[in-house]
């Protein structure tokens, strides 16, 4: 939500860093996997749909939205393998994720 009482030329007053806990928590193999998976496909999904959205307006493809959903492709299919190596469905994963947010002047 904007603030009506703040001008353009009004300085931010909020910390330029902050760091959100997305995740922490202990989870059976199938609900980790569950997590993790979704969060990494619905990643890839957003920079897909940014990628679509860019090309349909202006005609281009943007090489970094492309490289950075082939990245995260290898790496869940990459962790797919790990995930396979572990069999035993009551194995307990730890899952920590911090996103930290930095606002550049």
């Given at each position: ?42 990643k ?15 005609g ?10 082939q990245?995260?492709q ?20 730890s ?6 947010i930095?606002?550049?002047?």
């Amino acid at each position: 939500m904007k603030n009506k009482h703040l001008t353009p030329a009004a300085k931010i007053t909020f910390p330029k860093t902050r760091q959100i806990t997305l995740i922490n928590s202990d989870y059976q193999k199938p609900e980790a996997e569950e997590v993790v998976r979704d969060l990494i496909r619905s990643k890839i999904k957003f920079l897909k749909q940014k990628q679509f959205s860019i090309l349909e307006r202006f005609g281009v493809e943007s090489g970094h939205l492309n490289q950075r959903a082939q990245e995260l492709q290898e790496e869940l299919d990459s962790l797919e393998d790990l995930l396979q190596s572990t069999v035993n469905p009551e194995q307990v994963l730890s899952l920590h994720c911090e996103i930290n947010i930095t606002f550049n002047p």
